[in-house]
């Protein structure tokens, strides 16, 4: 969060602190004193009393309600901030993951239509492998990409370090798209990672969503940005036509879904 955002939190909150403050003392005024300063101090309280305190209640309540109004009106304050600090980035290409232990950049995939896909070895998805090499084998060659992402967040089914993973979707399946080093695809330990906190940020649907399981998936277009989010019950094959429509028309968004039919003429 920026200086002149932590500035305006400072001032919202000492606004609250000066009037509420009054109140709570005021709350005071009245109540019975400890009993060895009452007995010290019996005589001259009997001989001059204080007049009577303006009515706590009132007092309170106008100023609980400033402070709540004030409270309030933080998100309202700071909203330019938080939407500048969530869309900083803009391209999914220009984000830094990792690949063999080592930094990769993704902006050598800027300019064609790419397929994030989170994955694990021990799943009852995982044969959507199958699914997508063939996605893999019938559009790389017209400029599509599948960048999977190992991930051990959903019931630890993804256990094995990076190199056995590979070894696993490669031989098992015959993969030849790029792995990732294992990753957070949600909140957790070591937090999120910056690939999937942009991935869920900037989807069209749900955005801001926590991935629901493996093998969710996002399909992103020539520019980066996020086209569309699939849930990890929809099969690769049944994203065929999507990839087919971005590839022909980069840079543009898909067009919107189809409702399912339901046979009525």
């Given at each position: 969060m920026s200086e002149r955002a932590v500035s305006k939190v400072k001032s919202v909150f000492a606004f609250g602190a000066f009037f509420y403050a009054p109140s709570f003392l005021s709350l005071r005024v009245g109540l019975p004193e400890s009993g060895c300063v009452r007995r010290s101090t019996a005589k001259r309280q009997s001989a001059s009393r204080r007049p009577p305190a303006p009515s706590p209640r009132f007092h309170a309540s106008v100023t609980r309600r400033t402070f709540l109004a004030a409270t309030l009106s933080l998100p309202a304050v700071l909203l330019p901030e938080l939407v500048?600090?969530?869309t900083s980035v803009k391209s999914a290409y220009s984000i830094v993951t990792s690949k063999d232990g080592a930094p990769l950049a993704l902006d050598k995939?800027?300019?064609?239509?790419?397929?994030?896909?989170?994955?694990?070895?021990?799943?009852?998805?995982?044969?959507?492998?199958?699914?997508?090499?063939?996605?893999?084998?019938?559009?790389?060659?017209?400029?599509?990409?599948?960048?999977?992402?190992?991930?051990?967040?959903?019931?630890?089914?993804?256990?094995?370090?990076?190199?056995?993973?590979?070894?696993?979707?490669k031989e098992k399946f015959g993969a030849r798209f790029l792995l990732l080093d294992k990753l957070n695809v949600n909140d957790g330990p070591g937090g999120v990672a910056p690939l999937y906190q942009f991935l869920r940020d900037t989807s069209p649907e749900n955005p801001?969503?926590?991935?629901?399981?493996?093998?969710?998936?996002?399909?992103?277009?020539?520019?980066?940005?996020?086209?569309?989010?699939?849930?990890?019950?929809?099969l690769p094959e049944q994203i065929d036509e999507d990839i087919g429509w971005a590839l022909q028309h980069l840079g543009q968004d898909l067009p919107p879904k189809k409702k399912p039919s339901l046979g009525v003429t």
């Open positions: 500048t600090a969530k995939f800027s300019g064609k239509v790419t397929l994030f896909v989170n994955v694990a070895t021990y799943c009852a998805l995982t044969p959507q492998y199958e699914g997508l090499v063939s996605l893999f084998e019938k559009f790389q060659a017209r400029g599509f990409e599948i960048i999977a992402s190992p991930c051990d967040q959903f019931g630890h089914q993804e256990p094995g370090s990076n190199d056995e993973i590979c070894k696993f979707a801001g969503q926590r991935v629901g399981w493996n093998f969710e998936k996002f399909l992103v277009g020539s520019d980066g940005r996020v086209l569309r989010r699939y849930k990890p019950g929809v």
